[in-house]
């Protein structure tokens, strides 16, 4: 049976009979893949602790005729800070829900495992008082995150004539995939204040680290997190109850 070895972050468990498990994984080389661990739901398994924490797993993987088995596990980098806080613990899973939901399997893609791991670091480095800039983080995440799969924002040129817009008077299209100019926009297309382009364009493009230092007022930022939002659930063929769940969280 041929193995291999590669790091991994662990983005969803479901259990499987009375001891298994099933780990949806995204890992440095092979991209995503589903993992099954025998015996993993045991009390005395030496490799369940490694694989339920938020960090970065060292992993040995058994190819399979119909699954991959986890052959072993050494956790490399853990972020108890996200462990100990429900509020990161939240976003890190409507994060990871995201990154299942818009990636398929076996496809290497090595920007969205670094893009994970920044994304647990940031996180779990930012202090108490900042906790109010988690969503942040978690919209730069998800621009990030489409841009790599191809389903970025156009934000430069109006998506509907080309040409280069003034920040007033435009509108978002979700449908077409961008900004409509003040000439252009329809009756589709959601107005768009001038800021939350610039706020856009800083979070799409700004390190994900450099995400919570934006200073946004509220109306602005909850237009952020509305396009953010609707960006993302039109890629998903699911409902993303995990959106709802982080909002119920925000203090």
Request: glycine letters at 6%; charged letters at 25%.
């Amino acid at each position: 049976m041929p193995y291999y070895r590669d790091k991994a972050i662990v983005l969803r468990v479901r259990g499987l009979r009375d001891h298994d498990r099933h780990y949806t994984v995204f890992t440095a080389e092979h991209g995503k893949a589903t993992l099954l661990a025998k015996g993993l739901r045991k009390t005395r398994s030496k490799m369940s602790p490694h694989m339920a924490t938020f960090g970065v797993v060292e992993v040995m993987i058994a190819r399979g005729k119909y699954f991959d088995r986890l052959a072993g596990a050494s956790l490399t980098e853990s972020h108890r800070a996200i462990l100990d806080s429900l509020e990161r613990m939240a976003v890190t899973q409507a994060f990871f829900l995201a990154v299942d939901g818009l990636t398929r399997k076996e496809y290497p893609e090595p920007r969205i495992f670094n893009l994970l791991n920044d994304f647990l670091q940031t996180l779990a480095d930012l202090p108490e008082w900042a906790l109010a800039s988690r969503t942040i983080v978690f919209d730069a995440a998800v621009l990030k995150l489409l841009d790599i799969l191809g389903h970025g924002l156009e934000l430069d040129v109006c998506v509907s004539c080309r040409k280069k817009f003034a920040f007033d008077g435009n509108a978002m299209n979700i449908l077409r995939g961008g900004v409509e100019c003040r000439d252009c926009r329809g009756g589709a297309s959601s107005p768009l204040a001038g800021d939350t382009i610039k706020a856009l364009r800083f979070l799409r493009f700004a390190s994900l680290r450099a995400a919570p230092a934006l200073r946004m007022g509220q109306p602005i930022r909850q237009q952020v997190a509305f396009f953010t939002d609707i960006l993302l659930t039109s890629h998903l063929e699911a409902r993303f109850d995990p959106l709802r769940y982080m909002s119920s969280l925000q203090p």
